[in-house]
T-cell receptor
């Protein structure tokens, strides 16, 4: 199993603040996905990135895939309480199935 | 609205019992997966299936088996439940090669083995 690290593990911020969470591997991803999981529910897919340097935006969320395809970041602008949840990245190497990181638990305080 | 449905949200079973967790998807997806999720360990793949009557071991298959008799249904079986199998169990489905278009997850079954 490939190692996929997410940081920070926990993040608690005030409403309106910006934040960035990270997903890193020592190996090159063939593609990478980001999910959000709310308490008591399963993860929900937010985005898939496949090209090095790719940037995708989903409203206030910006996803970036590193040029070398070994890392990815998720930036949230003006966080809202509804953004609270566990953010998971899932990476695939050489076309194999996806492996999930341990996640970043985000709490946005009103 | 497309969905993956897990039969139970909460289960409490006794050590040594045989436990069946059921998962049904209505999206005609060929791929189905069973994960367990534990704090600090993330999602770990137990078993997966790319077709009817086909199954492959994931990273932690010990103590589990699966059954896929119909395309829409993927069952996880704990042959003899143990306390270290207390966990959140998540079923997922996808189409296309190995989930590259994303997984659709069920809401999970929180299993407690006492």
């Amino acid at each position: 199993t490939q190692l996929l690290e997410q940081s920070p593990q926990f993040l608690s911020i005030q409403e309106g603040e910006n934040l960035t969470v990270y997903c890193n591997s020592s190996s090159v991803f063939s593609s990478l996905q980001w999910y959000r999981q709310e308490p008591g529910e399963g993860p929900v897919l937010l985005v898939t990135v496949v090209t090095g340097g790719e940037v995708k935006k989903l409203k206030r969320l910006t996803f970036q895939f590193g040029d070398a395809r070994k890392d990815s970041s998720l930036h949230i602008t003006a966080a809202q309480p509804g953004d609270t949840g566990l953010y998971l990245c899932a990476g695939a190497w050489a076309g194999n199935q996806f492996y999930f990181g341990t996640g970043t638990s985000l709490t946005v305080i009103p | 609205d497309v969905k993956v449905t897990q039969s139970s949200r909460y289960l409490v079973k006794r050590t040594g019992e045989k436990v069946f967790l059921e998962c049904v998807q209505d999206m005609d997806h060929e791929n189905m997966f069973w994960y367990r999720q534990d704090p600090g360990l993330g999602l770990r793949l137990i078993y997966f299936s790319y077709d009817v009557k086909m199954k492959e071991k994931g990273d932690i298959p010990e103590g589990y088996s699966v059954s896929r008799e119909k395309k829409e249904r993927f069952s996880l079986i704990l042959e003899s439940a143990s306390t270290n199998q207390t966990s959140m169990y998540l079923c997922a489905s996808s189409f296309g090669r190995q989930g590259r278009y994303g997984y659709t997850f069920g809401s999970g079954t929180r299993l407690t083995v006492v």
